[in-house]
């Protein structure tokens, strides 16, 4: 009877369901950490051989930007104040990869400086969003989920639209609201457009493998093979805006002289 209370009370009030929710997610993430760090240390060698392969791909990336900037005559060391954006590393303890609503837990949390709402990504590519947060943990709702939606584009171009997920194939996903009469080729790149305030442009999301008719019959649907590899995902890093919350401001401000409010 205690259990069956207690889960009406969390059901129908959200702020019971909000705290209880909370209280189990460190519960079951300091569990988390504990079976964590003994795989951890199994897999150790596998780990380190992927950060190597990660430092070789950023030591690549920082080489090709340097050469374009001295190229431009552009003077790294001439570039003052803080970045926009701040990556935080953290580390994946637990995944579900097979579910409707499949999520991920961060082994840090609020103490880290992290809120709901934050991009998520990987040397590959994007991962997802920051869900919920408690002091030392973060659940994260990945792309492989049926309520993730991403704000995407075909590189190189101005075509853009959301990237959407299907329960099923856990290594694609489906770019909608392409407009029948626009080509786009096998093998094109889809990435992040920078239209929100969650992930910078230019961030990989994966490939075109396939373009079939929407149900619309207006629109064409782009099935995307991913580029983040979900099932050996490892380190990722949180990302902050630091003009997150100006912008947002600004455009509730906006609204509000729209509406009269």
Same mark, same amino acid.
Request: hydrophobic residues 35%; proline residues 3%.
């Given at each position: 009877?205690?259990?069956?209370?207690?889960?009406?009370?969390?059901?129908?009030?959200?702020?019971?369901?909000?705290?209880? %929710?909370?209280? =189990?997610?460190?519960?079951?993430?300091?569990?988390?950490?504990? @079976?964590?760090?003994?795989?951890?240390?199994?897999?150790?060698?596998?780990?380190?051989?992927?950060?190597?392969?990660?430092?070789?791909?950023?030591?690549?990336? @920082?080489?090709?930007?340097?050469?374009?900037? =001295? =190229?431009?005559?552009?003077?790294?060391?001439?570039?003052?104040?803080k970045s926009r954006y701040h990556f935080l590393g953290c580390e994946v303890i637990n995944?579900?990869?097979?579910?409707?609503?499949?999520?991920?837990?961060?082994?840090?949390?609020?103490?880290?400086?992290?809120?709901?709402?934050?991009?998520?990504?990987?040397?590959?590519?994007?991962?997802?969003?920051?869900?919920? *947060?408690?002091?030392?943990?973060?659940?994260?709702?990945?792309?492989?989920?049926?309520?993730?939606?991403?704000?995407?584009?075909?590189? #190189? *171009?101005?075509? %853009?639209?959301?990237?959407?997920?299907?329960?099923?194939?856990?290594?694609?996903?489906?770019?909608?609201?392409?407009?029948?009469?626009?080509?786009?080729?096998?093998?094109?790149? +889809?990435?992040?457009?920078? %239209?929100?305030? @969650?992930?910078?442009?230019?961030?990989? @999301?994966?490939?075109? +493998?396939?373009?079939?008719?929407?149900?619309?019959?207006?629109?064409?649907?782009?099935?995307?093979?991913?580029?983040?590899?979900?099932?050996?995902?490892?380190?990722?890093? +949180?990302?902050?805006?630091?003009?997150?919350?100006?912008?947002?401001?600004?455009?509730?401000?906006?609204?509000?002289?729209? *509406? #009269?409010?």
């Amino acid at each position: 009877m205690e259990i069956v209370s207690l889960y009406i009370l969390c059901s129908f009030n959200s702020y019971q369901g909000s705290v209880f %929710f909370t209280t =189990a997610n460190s519960m079951v993430g300091d569990m988390y950490s504990t @079976i964590d760090g003994v795989s951890s240390y199994v897999n150790l060698g596998k780990v380190n051989k992927q950060l190597e392969a990660d430092n070789e791909q950023l030591r690549a990336q @920082i080489h090709e930007m340097n050469r374009e900037m =001295a =190229a431009r005559h552009v003077d790294t060391l001439k570039f003052e104040g803080k970045s926009r954006y701040h990556f935080l590393g953290c580390e994946v303890i637990n995944a579900t990869l097979h579910k409707s609503n499949n999520l991920l837990t961060l082994n840090k949390g609020k103490r880290d400086g992290i809120k709901p709402e934050m991009g998520v990504v990987c040397s590959s590519g994007v991962v997802g969003v920051v869900y919920l *947060t408690s002091d030392r943990y973060s659940i994260v709702m990945p792309l492989l989920n049926v309520k993730s939606k991403v704000s995407c584009r075909i590189h #190189g *171009t101005n075509l %853009f639209g959301a990237m959407e997920w299907e329960q099923g194939n856990p290594s694609c996903s489906y770019f909608t609201g392409i407009p029948t009469h626009v080509k786009v080729r096998k093998g094109a790149l +889809v990435e992040t457009n920078g %239209f929100s305030d @969650i992930f910078p442009a230019d961030i990989p @999301i994966g490939k075109v +493998v396939d373009v079939k008719p929407a149900a619309d019959g207006l629109t064409n649907t782009l099935t995307v093979e991913l580029s983040t590899d979900f099932s050996s995902l490892r380190n990722v890093s +949180v990302i902050t805006n630091y003009t997150h919350a100006e912008k947002r401001n600004l455009e509730q401000y906006a609204d509000s002289l729209q *509406t #009269g409010e």
